[in-house]
């Protein structure tokens, strides 16, 4: 079976690129093939590669609804062409941009398509109606997009499939409980996008409020590129002044894209993620199938990827103050948590092995 994933992106950045990946490695064994369909401006800097299909007008997300429809409307000669040119079993969209060119698909083509919605948009009621279509299947991440929505998966056309994580982090040597030097710093390691809803000032205020003595034995790392937009830029600026003027250069760093998320990951004591609404972290499920703990705000669907006290500690969504007593809890008690070999059992369901299996089926059902 081939299928078209329609996404736009101009960046490999991970996220929705790193889930379809990680299913391209499994399916292709079940004799499923992958096809991402993405921006002329694409360069790819993951692997492993995956073969794509390129358009100069497709975007795949973006402020302006007015730039998503426009775009849309001049990537449907290109689109059509492909459709004739190309057979593919199945359209499967996965951003906002590539949603509006698949619904051409689906109704001026009569095409059945897969949309899964890796975001907690503020325009509810668009998405609803979508699920109401005969020919569009709807994926939400989990249950409190569902809610967030209004979505039930017992409706024939909507569907709850989790983001998912390469097995291979379930292969990682767990972490070891105690801690080999009590003088060494805590460490804290962020991985991720640099874009304003991370929140990734939040950890830089928590910092600036505690005491200059317990801030000494913490340390923050980030790794992650910087979103290719103006505002992501202006932000990345914001937060390397904010790190000047509060005197945190030996405390955090924040280093740019990874070369390997595991190694990144090794020597963290917790994982951090302070974003307002995530949809369904990656990198917070491949640090949780490492087994290490993570601290992370309450928004999204964060609650549904950490056991508050169990496999990491919940924060008040946008509060620094909590976000706060947290890092000074987790520095003077090392809170007692589950072992990281329960921390990795959490998310197992959740490798790209299990979601694969869910996504065969869903395709099969909707060809």
Same mark, same amino acid.
């Given at each position: 079976?081939?299928?078209?994933?329609?996404?736009?992106?101009?960046?490999?950045?991970?996220?929705?690129?790193?889930?379809?990946?990680?299913?391209?490695?499994?399916?292709?064994?079940?004799?499923?093939?992958?096809?991402?369909?993405?921006?002329?401006?694409?360069?790819?800097?993951?692997?492993?590669?995956?073969?794509?299909?390129?358009?100069?007008?497709?975007?795949?997300?973006?402020?302006?609804?007015?730039?998503?429809?426009?775009?849309?409307?001049?990537?449907?000669?290109?689109?059509?062409?492909?459709?004739?040119?190309?057979?593919?079993?199945?359209?499967?969209?996965?951003?906002?941009?590539?949603?509006?060119?698949?619904?051409?698909?689906?109704?001026?083509?009569?095409?059945?398509?897969?949309?899964?919605?890796?975001?907690?948009?503020?325009?509810?009621?668009?998405?609803?109606?979508?699920?109401?279509?005969?020919?569009?299947?709807?994926?939400?991440?989990?249950?409190?997009?569902?809610?967030?929505?209004?979505? #039930?998966? /017992?409706?024939? &056309?909507?569907?709850?499939? *989790?983001?998912?994580? %390469?097995?291979?982090?379930?292969?990682? @040597?767990?972490?070891?409980?105690?801690?080999?030097?009590?003088?060494?710093?805590?460490?804290?390691?962020?991985?991720?996008?640099?874009?304003?809803?991370?929140?990734?000032?939040?950890?830089?205020?928590?910092?600036?409020?505690?005491?200059?003595?317990?801030?000494?034995?913490?340390?923050?790392?980030?790794?992650?590129?910087?979103?290719?937009?103006?505002?992501?830029?202006?932000? #990345?600026? /914001?937060?390397? &002044?904010?790190?000047?003027? *509060?005197?945190?250069? %030996?405390?955090?760093?924040?280093?740019? @894209?990874?070369?390997?998320?595991?190694?990144?990951?090794?020597?963290?004591?917790?994982?951090?993620?302070?974003?307002?609404?995530?949809?369904?972290?990656?990198?917070?499920?491949?640090?949780?199938?490492?087994?290490?703990?993570?601290?992370?705000?309450?928004?999204?669907?964060?609650?549904?990827?950490?056991?508050?006290?169990?496999?990491?500690?919940?924060?008040?969504?946008?509060?620094?103050?909590?976000?706060?007593?947290?890092?000074?809890?987790?520095?003077?008690?090392?809170?007692?948590?589950?072992?990281?070999?329960?921390?990795?059992?959490?998310?197992?369901?959740?490798?790209?092995?299990?979601?694969?299996?869910?996504?065969?089926?869903?395709?099969?059902?909707?060809?």
């Amino acid at each position: 079976m081939k299928i078209l994933h329609l996404t736009g992106d101009r960046q490999d950045a991970g996220g929705i690129l790193s889930v379809i990946r990680s299913l391209d490695r499994v399916n292709r064994k079940a004799g499923f093939e992958n096809i991402v369909w993405v921006h002329r401006d694409y360069v790819e800097q993951r692997k492993p590669s995956l073969d794509y299909r390129r358009s100069p007008f497709v975007l795949n997300d973006g402020p302006s609804h007015l730039r998503l429809v426009a775009g849309a409307l001049a990537a449907l000669p290109g689109f059509r062409n492909l459709l004739r040119n190309e057979h593919f079993d199945l359209i499967h969209a996965h951003s906002r941009g590539g949603l509006l060119v698949a619904l051409f698909a689906s109704w001026m083509l009569r095409r059945n398509i897969v949309f899964t919605n890796h975001t907690f948009a503020n325009r509810t009621g668009f998405y609803r109606s979508i699920s109401r279509c005969s020919r569009v299947h709807s994926v939400v991440l989990n249950p409190r997009m569902g809610r967030h929505y209004g979505l #039930s998966p /017992e409706t024939a &056309m909507v569907s709850v499939i *989790s983001a998912c994580f %390469d097995d291979s982090f379930l292969n990682e @040597p767990l972490p070891e409980t105690d801690r080999k030097n009590p003088a060494d710093p805590i460490k804290l390691v962020g991985l991720g996008s640099i874009v304003r809803w991370k929140n990734w000032h939040l950890i830089l205020e928590a910092f600036t409020q505690l005491k200059k003595n317990e801030r000494t034995g913490i340390r923050f790392d980030h790794w992650g590129p910087i979103a290719q937009d103006r505002d992501s830029m202006d932000y #990345s600026r /914001e937060l390397e &002044m904010q790190i000047a003027e *509060s005197g945190l250069k %030996d405390q955090v760093c924040f280093h740019g @894209p990874a070369d390997s998320v595991k190694s990144c990951l090794t020597s963290a004591d917790a994982f951090i993620l302070p974003s307002r609404d995530e949809p369904c972290s990656v990198a917070l499920m491949e640090a949780l199938a490492m087994g290490i703990p993570a601290i992370v705000s309450n928004g999204g669907g964060n609650p549904d990827l950490v056991q508050d006290k169990q496999t990491g500690m919940l924060f008040q969504r946008d509060d620094v103050t909590s976000l706060t007593q947290i890092i000074r809890t987790w520095k003077e008690t090392s809170p007692h948590l589950s072992d990281p070999s329960s921390i990795r059992d959490s998310v197992r369901h959740r490798s790209a092995e299990r979601v694969a299996e869910e996504y065969r089926k869903l395709y099969k059902d909707s060809v």
